[in-house]
């Protein structure tokens, strides 16, 4: 049964890291997904949930267990560590097998229960392959059968994906979805890609420098950063200074003195503004819309993204970036130095107050 992961302002000095004051609750079968660059402490933290390292000050609990002191092997975790550590003298059923004869089980129960999870895995064909000639997407889902045989109640994957071609990602994306529904767990997911994040999380925590800065569903964390950190590393890319005034149920901001922008709620003095690309409309021609702001601009860069085209749109001196599709790209017939206008609707911009 999955179990709800509660930590309570940890503490950890590793020395030249420090681990400072996180508070989190994972809800009993979410997909927890913890983002946040190089650095900011993401391993370490799955770490002290692993029970590899204990904190100096704070409180782990398992469900209704305090689980702060537990030795990892008593925990009921399955940890999938970022370097998939195989024992290449061993072969895959022996390598799944291995957690299960450490704990003395009987041969015949450890037989049908690697039976079992290389199946729904997968990976049954693989059994009596050598170690050493695995592809990677071969390797992680024997690493996570492993992972998986003692039956946790929390699986814990560091950047389980980092290792994999960008193809295979997408298939190992789905794979985990999978696996979360059909092993009914609670997992929690270390990573620095914001779009694996969004694809799988349920909830999401945001780490810098060994903090907790913000928590909340894929929608909160992407289109309602509470903070610049978090709106530029979640590749928000319009972000701007400005000075705010009331007015009505809304509120009028002067964007670095530029740009007037009209956004929803009642702000005063100075804001920090922020919205997504993919919130602007782009057209040739000035459109009948409900968008409280419209605004005339010059094309002065495009990036090709592959299915999408990256706009940078100077407005008032302001450059504003805007993702179109392809076709439409070709269809508005762009270049540089075209004109265009841009629709946002006032819903789409989050403010956060300086």
């Not at 767990?185 to 903090?211: N, P």
């Not at 919130?279 to 968008?291: D, G, Q, R």
């Amino acid at each position: 049964m999955p179990v709800e992961v509660v930590l309570e302002r940890l503490w950890k000095n590793f020395g030249d890291f420090l681990i400072r004051d996180i508070t989190l609750r994972v809800e009993a079968g979410d997909y927890f997904v913890v983002l946040g660059p190089s650095g900011a402490g993401k391993t370490l933290l799955l770490q002290l949930i692993a029970g590899i390292y204990k904190p100096d000050k704070g409180r782990i609990y398992f469900g209704d267990r305090d689980v702060t002191y537990t030795p990892p092997e008593k925990r009921g975790v399955g940890y999938l560590p970022q370097t998939i550590a195989l024992f290449p003298n061993m072969n895959v059923y022996e390598n799944i097998a291995f957690p299960l004869r450490i704990r003395k089980l009987p041969e015949k129960e450890v037989k049908e229960r690697v039976l079992e999870v290389s199946e729904s895995l997968g990976i049954r064909n693989l059994l009596g392959r050598d170690i050493r000639t695995l592809s990677g997407g071969e390797a992680q889902r024997v690493a996570l059968a492993r992972a998986l045989i003692a039956r946790p109640n929390v699986l814990l994957l560091d950047e389980p994906l980092s290792s994999v071609d960008p193809v295979l990602r997408w298939d190992l994306r789905d794979f985990l979805r999978r696996i979360h529904r059909e092993f009914n767990i609670t997992v929690i997911h270390v990573t620095h890609d914001f779009t694996e994040a969004l694809s799988l999380a349920s909830r999401i925590a945001v780490m810098s420098k060994g903090m907790v800065v913000q928590v909340g569903s894929p929608g909160e964390i992407f289109y309602k950063p509470k903070s610049r950190f978090v709106a530029w590393f979640t590749r928000t890319e319009n972000i701007f200074q400005g000075e705010a005034y009331p007015h009505n149920e809304y509120s009028v901001v002067y964007l670095e003195g530029k740009v007037e922008l009209i956004v929803p709620g009642r702000y005063s003095g100075k804001v920090t503004v922020t919205f997504r690309p993919e919130s602007i409309l782009v057209s040739k021609k000035k459109v009948e819309t409900s968008a409280r702001n419209v605004f005339k601009g010059k094309v002065i860069d495009y990036v090709d993204e592959g299915a999408l085209i990256l706009l940078k749109i100077n407005v008032n001196d302001l450059t504003f970036k805007a993702y179109i599709t392809k076709s439409s790209f070709k269809e508005l017939e762009l270049r540089r130095d075209s004109v265009v206008f841009l629709s946002l609707k006032a819903s789409e911009v989050n403010v956060i107050p300086c």
